[in-house]
């Protein structure tokens, strides 16, 4: 069973480019979140999804930042006119359906990340 | 609203040394618990867990940490650390279920001969 997968692992971008970050839940994984990690900072939310669904945007930018996880196909983190600002690494996970139903697991598995370079 | 704190940014331990990284956390119920380890340019990997139960759980890699609701604390301990160890160890908290992670800033762990 493969596990997390995002992809690019690295990506640089211009300032005013747009940033698309993908993954790809563990088979079987319906729920995804997205983190980012600044440097000498630890992992802060961003945004949580099902499939087709937001659930929790509470800690993404209200601006330049989106985020979908379609019926088909990995989940994206769109990052659009970015800004120095926006450099960091970007972490998804993701996790089995009905936690408490899926033996109590309530654990989140990490990809690799995508480290992101805005010049 | 949920917190934690790592409050040891940097800790240098000697090789076959014990450790103890420090957590507290603050949060209303009773919290679900994590010890992450990343090394350098790579994802986050699970050490442990701690949701109910035994307050003194083990990790893979010989880790374990024990839960202290009276301190809101979860430090994670190894008896005696390789140079592998070295790494950066991140604790998280959680409401438990589908939800998101609140992490601590973490702790970079050096190792020396």
């Known amino acids: 069973n493969a596990g997390v997968m995002q992809n690019p692992r690295h990506l640089v971008r211009r300032r005013g480019q747009e940033a698309r970050l993908r993954c790809s839940p563990m088979?079987?994984?319906?729920?995804v979140y997205w983190y980012r990690q600044l440097p000498e900072e630890g992992l802060k939310f961003m945004v949580y999804l099902q499939k087709e669904n937001i659930i929790d945007e509470s800690g993404m930018p209200k601006e330049r930042f989106s985020a979908e996880f379609p019926k088909e196909g990995p989940s994206i983190l769109r990052i659009q006119q970015v800004v120095r600002g926006d450099s960091a690494a970007y972490f998804c996970a993701s996790s089995p359906p009905q936690g408490r139903l899926a033996g109590g697991s309530y654990e989140q598995y990490f990809g690799p990340g995508t480290r992101l370079t805005v010049t | 609203a949920q917190s934690v704190t790592q409050p040891d940014i940097h800790i240098t331990v000697s090789e076959g040394a014990s450790l103890e990284l420090r957590c507290n956390y603050s949060y209303g119920a009773t919290p679900y618990l994590f010890w992450y380890v990343q090394s350098p340019g790579q994802g986050l990997q699970l050490l442990l867990k701690?949701?109910?139960?035994?307050?003194l759980v083990q990790g893979i890699k010989g880790f374990e940490a024990e839960f202290k609701r009276s301190q809101s604390s979860f430090n994670l301990r190894k008896p005696s650390v390789h140079w592998s160890d070295a790494a950066e160890y991140f604790c998280?908290?959680?409401?438990?279920?589908?939800?998101?992670?609140?992490f601590g800033k973490g702790t970079r762990l050096s190792v020396i001969a």
């Open positions: 998280a908290v959680g409401p438990g279920g589908n939800t998101p992670l609140v």
């Open positions: 701690y949701f109910s139960g035994d307050t």
């Open positions: 088979k079987g994984h319906s729920h």
